[in-house]
C-alpha cells in the first residue's frame, strides 16, 4: 500500500511538471529574451530545418533518446519509452501554450517586464527539472541525459552535470548560426539558464515539494 500510495504521489507531481515545464519553456520564447539551452537550440533548428517547432522538439528528443542509450551502456526499454512518452505531449504542448502566452501579449511587454518574466520562466524550467527528475517514472530525454551524467559519471552533481549535457544543444546552436546567419531565443535568459540552472535545481529538490525524494536507477 505505502508503494502504492507513493508511485499515485509520484505519478501526479509528473504531470504537474510536465505543465509546468512546457508552460515556462514556452514563456522564455515569448518573451524573444533568450531561453533556457537546449530550448533555444531547438527554436534555431526549427528555423535551420524549416520544421514546426513542436515537431522539431519531438525529433530532437528522439536523438537524445538514442544517446542516452549509448551512455546507460546498455538498451533500457523503460528508459527508451519513458524518454518517447515524455516528448509526445512535451513537444507540443510547448508550441501550443506559446501561442497563448504570444496572443495574450508577453513579446510586447516592455523590456523591464519581459526580462522579469522570462527570469520567472527560467526559474519555472528548473523547478519543473527538479521535480520529473526526483519522481523518475518519465523523462524528457534532454533532462534525462544530465540525469544520467550526474548519478552515472559525475557522482551526483547537479551542476556539473547540467554543464556537461549542455554539450549537444550548444553545437546545435553553432551550427544553426554558421548555416543561417541568424540567432533565435538565445539572449539574456540563455546565459542566465547557462550559470544558474543547475544551481537552482539543486536548491530547489531540497526545497521544492521537500518531501519529494530522489528515486535513483542508475
Known amino acids: ?11 501526479r507531481f509528473l504531470g504537474f511538471s510536465i505543465v509546468l515545464n512546457s508552460a515556462a ?46 551512455l546507460l551502456g546498455q538498451f533500457d526499454r523503460r528508459r527508451f519509452i519513458s524518454n518517447l512518452l515524455y516528448i509526445i505531449p512535451f513537444s507540443y504542448l510547448v508550441e501550443w501554450i506559446g501561442y497563448f502566452w ?20 527560467l526559474f519555472g524550467v528548473a523547478f519543473a527539472v527538479s521535480i520529473y527528475n526526483r519522481c523518475n517514472i518519465i523523462m524528457h530525454p534532454n533532462d534525462d541525459l ?41 539572449g539574456f535568459g540563455t546565459i542566465w539558464a547557462l550559470v544558474t540552472q543547475g544551481i537552482v535545481m539543486g536548491w530547489a529538490d531540497y526545497h521544492v515539494f521537500p518531501r519529494l525524494k530522489h528515486h535513483v536507477d542508475v
Open 25 to 70: 519553456n514556452a514563456l522564455t520564447i515569448s518573451t524573444n529574451l533568450g531561453s533556457a539551452v537546449w530550448t533555444g537550440s531547438s527554436v534555431n533548428l526549427a528555423n535551420w530545418i524549416h520544421v514546426p517547432l513542436g515537431t522539431t522538439l519531438f525529433i530532437y528528443g528522439i536523438v537524445i533518446t538514442l544517446l542516452n542509450q549509448l
Open 102 to 121: 504570444n496572443w495574450i501579449g508577453v513579446g510586447q511587454l516592455p523590456l523591464a517586464g519581459r526580462v522579469i518574466v522570462d527570469i520567472i520562466g
Open 146 to 186: 544530465a540525469y544520467i551524467l550526474r548519478f552515472k559519471y559525475l557522482r551526483g552533481s547537479a551542476i556539473i552535470a547540467q554543464w556537461a549535457s549542455y554539450a549537444p544543444p550548444l553545437l546545435i546552436i553553432i551550427l544553426s548560426y554558421l548555416f543561417t546567419g541568424e540567432l533565435h531565443a538565445i
Open 1 to 11: 500500500m505505502a508503494k502504492m500510495k507513493d508511485f499515485g504521489q509520484r505519478m
